[in-house]
């Protein structure tokens, strides 16, 4: 894969952290070109992965062998109609958002192989989770080839395209519902005389731990969770679930929609 040229329609987050990602697993391609329309971004990219191309012309990311759509969805099909007719006959298009479907895409491009991959901010690091559809215009050898790059990122399991939006909302997401709380807890720590090596260390030992004992234990979660009895935050948890309850299907559906 690292022979076939990549297009990168988009410069933000998405594309950085794929880039850097592949980077780091010494898989990026030795031809990547990126298009976005803020110059900052693209100076910004360049200045991290100086071997890349960069252009305000999404016509010419197009025109490589594997496009990757690293848009929000808003901004999709108005691009998508940009770009139609600049793509190679046996390029591969592989859009990073929620919400537009294969068959979606397909249409407004008139494009028949579409891949739609999930990545996870962690993939950064190689330790993202990232679900995948394909187009079932794609061959096996081909999915396995993509299924080989992806991996270089974390497990890329193929699922069915419908449970993408899902994985949106609780794996691609997910971070962002912990990330604070266990920076604050760090935070806090230091405040009660731990040192921040300590922390480092205990911290995510923890959330391993925790983890490990409600998703792999022989125990329900009420008796996992029953196994503190002291819950500080206990009279707080009936407004953090509502919260998760009323925001998370709400966002859903508009992902959906």
């Known amino acids: 894969m690292s022979q076939r040229s990549w297009g990168f329609i988009g410069g933000g ?38 071997q890349i191309t960069t252009t305000a012309q999404n016509r010419v990311a197009a025109g490589q062998d594997d496009v990757f759509l690293a848009l929000h969805p808003p901004v999709i099909a108005g691009t998508l109609e940009e ?11 592989i859009s990073l958002a929620p919400k537009f479907t294969i068959a979606k895409i397909s249409a407004l491009l008139g494009f028949p192989r579409i891949v739609r991959m999930l990545p996870l901010a962690t993939s950064y690091s190689n ?8 187009a079932a215009t794609l061959s096996s050898a081909q999915k396995a080839a993509y299924n080989s790059l992806f991996r270089k990122l974390g497990p890329c399991p193929e699922v069915a395209e419908e449970k993408i ?11 962002t519902y912990l990330w604070f709380q266990l920076q ?10 731990l040192e921040a090596n300590e922390l480092n260390q205990s ?35 009936a407004v953090i679930k509502a919260a998760y309850q009323t925001k998370l299907p709400a966002l859903y559906q508009k992902l959906k929609g």
């Open 203 to 237: 911290l995510p030992a923890m959330v391993d731990a925790a983890v490990k004992m409600l998703f792999q234990s022989e125990l329900s979660p009420e008796q996992v969770i029953d196994l503190i009895p002291v819950k500080p935050l206990g009279e707080d948890e």
């Open 83 to 93: 770009i139609k007719g600049a793509l190679k006959p046996d390029a591969v298009v």
């Open 13 to 50: 987050r998405a594309t950085r952290i794929l880039l850097e990602g592949f980077k780091r697993a010494s898989s990026l391609s030795e031809n990547i070109i990126v298009s976005d329309i803020n110059v900052e971004v693209l100076n910004r990219l360049k200045s991290l992965y100086p």
């Open 184 to 193: 604050l807890l760090r935070e806090l720590g230091m405040t009660f005389g």
């Open 127 to 134: 330790l993202g989770y990232n679900p995948c559809a394909y």
């Open 165 to 175: 939006e899902g994985y949106a909302m609780v794996v691609a997401m997910g971070p």
